[in-house]
Nanobody, 114 residues
């Protein structure tokens, strides 16, 4: 079955960097677009970035600071986050739309604080 496992979250100071990973299994990874979402306390889950086979798209709030990438040989999608701000604090999830439904990972907490 489809499984998504995120890792790489943690506590970082403003201006710092983190790289999140999402390991995927249960489907032909290279054939599907992958996305990162985040959900801050008291807010709705929002799309951060998506990647197809070749190109990524970004929310305006992270454009120029975050980079999404994928390694099809490792069935893994990454989110490189630079110049982090306190407002980036959230639980980050990866997602794939496979066949008729969406699959989500369990999430990884990112906290940006001094």
């Amino acid at each position: 079955q489809v499984q998504l496992v995120e890792s790489g979250g943690g506590l970082v100071q403003p201006g710092g960097s983190l790289r999140l990973s999402c390991a995927a299994s249960g489907f032909t990874f290279s054939m599907y677009a992958m996305s990162w979402y985040r959900q801050a306390p008291g807010k709705e889950r929002e799309l951060v970035a998506s990647i197809t086979s070749t190109s990524g798209t970004y929310a305006d709030s992270v454009k120029g600071r975050f980079t999404i990438a994928r390694d099809n040989a490792k069935n893994t999608v990454y989110l490189q986050m630079n110049s982090l701000k306190p407002e980036d604090t959230a639980v980050y999830y990866c997602k794939v739309d496979y066949r008729t439904r969406s699959y989500w990972g369990q999430g990884t907490q990112v906290t940006v604080s001094s």
